[in-house]
């Protein structure tokens, strides 16, 4: 079975800091990771996925993910934090077939000025 | 394109009525997703189809919940009767199945609150 754990519900960076968002990953095939956004009222947007090839895949807004197949992990992160980055963060996982991405629990990033 | 479109955007009700939510996937996409979300239990998946049929229901929580997908552009999550724990913000997604790396998109999401 997939599973996905961030392990942080909230992460508190200051604006200009660099974040990063933990995700690890439990899949028995090769895994296809994405990360997603959610803004206060809106519908999740998708931010990146890593698929094959290349370990850093950069995606909107600045962010990019690290997949590391030894740690079974795909942190997200950003250089340089911006207080509009402040909302919710999901982490999801598919290995194979037509099945729905499955969630973590989210992880609320704040961003103080 | 519009992307995966929702209505209503947000539903008050009281307890004991039928509340129907609907979802139009983007065009061309052959797989739909009915998700809830709530402070308490997160993002849960309810039902997904693909080619308009109905794959997994597990996540729908009662009898009380029912999802229909007539065609590829449009489905309903139908909840008859309604109780005030089914307030929460449903959402659907779309994707292209048969690719495993292809992305869901997500609808706005309807709120809905039962009094």
């Known amino acids: 079975a997939q599973s996905v754990a961030q392990p942080e519900d909230q992460v508190n960076v200051a604006e200009g800091n660099p974040l990063t968002v933990k995700c690890t990953y439990s899949?028995?095939?090769?895994?296809?990771l994405f990360w997603y956004v959610q803004y206060p009222n809106r519908g999740l947007q998708f931010l990146l996925k890593y698929i094959t090839g290349d370990n850093l895949v950069k995606g909107s807004y600045g962010f990019e993910a690290e997949f590391n197949k030894s740690q079974t992990s795909f942190h997200l992160k950003k250089p340089s934090a911006l207080v509009s980055d402040s909302a919710l963060y999901f982490c999801a996982v598919r290995d194979t077939g037509n099945t729905p991405l499955v969630f973590g629990k989210g992880t609320r990033l704040s961003v103080i000025a | 394109d519009a992307g995966v479109i929702q209505s209503p955007r947000h539903e008050v009700t009281e307890m004991g009525q039928e509340v129907t939510l609907r979802c139009k996937p983007i065009s061309g996409h052959n797989s739909l997703f009915w998700y809830r979300q709530t402070m308490m239990r997160g993002l849960e998946l309810l039902i997904y189809f693909n080619n308009n049929v109905p794959i997994d229901d597990s996540g729908m929580p009662e009898d009380r919940f029912s999802a229909k997908m007539p065609n590829a552009s449009f489905s309903t999550l139908k909840i008859q009767p309604s109780e005030p724990r089914d307030s929460a913000v449903y959402f659907c997604a779309s994707r292209i199945a048969g690719v495993s790396y292809n992305e869901q998109f997500f609808g706005p999401g309807t709120r809905l609150t039962v009094l």
């Open positions: 899949v028995s095939g090769n895994p296809y």
